[in-house]
């Protein structure tokens, strides 16, 4: 047979070199396991990071409405400047909603959970929001406690998620 290319029964491409070493597919498994789970990890990182970046662009929109009545008490400037940020609202929402929807693939099911309470507490803020800029009664407290549920939603989000990452 020349040159000891065969031992045994196994082919040197199947086996270690050294007794008690596991055989290269084995080796080839392992490390596409390990790229999978790295590419995994790196798929529910953006997400999270996208969704956390969407989020921030929502609640800046929220601290605005603070802003605007800090600046015009309950007057028509600050009823129009509300009806403004509304707009901007909208246009932020559907980003939002999409990263939620990324997460909720990428799993895990409590970080995604995590993900939907944040939507959901952005859909109250929102429709706390239209209830101001029509100058109802109450709606602006109401809306104060809104935005408060959503950051409390975002913050245990990175929670979650900051959970999910250790775990991998």
Known sequence: MGGGAH???????ELGDEPGERPRGQDA???A???HRDRVREARRAAYLELMERAHVMGELYRRVVDAHLQHGDGDRFLARVQELRVSVREAYDPLMRGVRAITVEGPAETAAAARAVL??????SRSMWHVSLGEAGARARFDRARESYLGCLERFAEAARAAMETF
């Open 7 to 13: 031992r045994g029964h196994g082919c040197a491409d």
């Open 29 to 31: 498994e392992a490390s």
């Open 33 to 35: 396991r390990a790229q």
């Open 120 to 125: 959901t507490a952005a859909t109250g803020a």
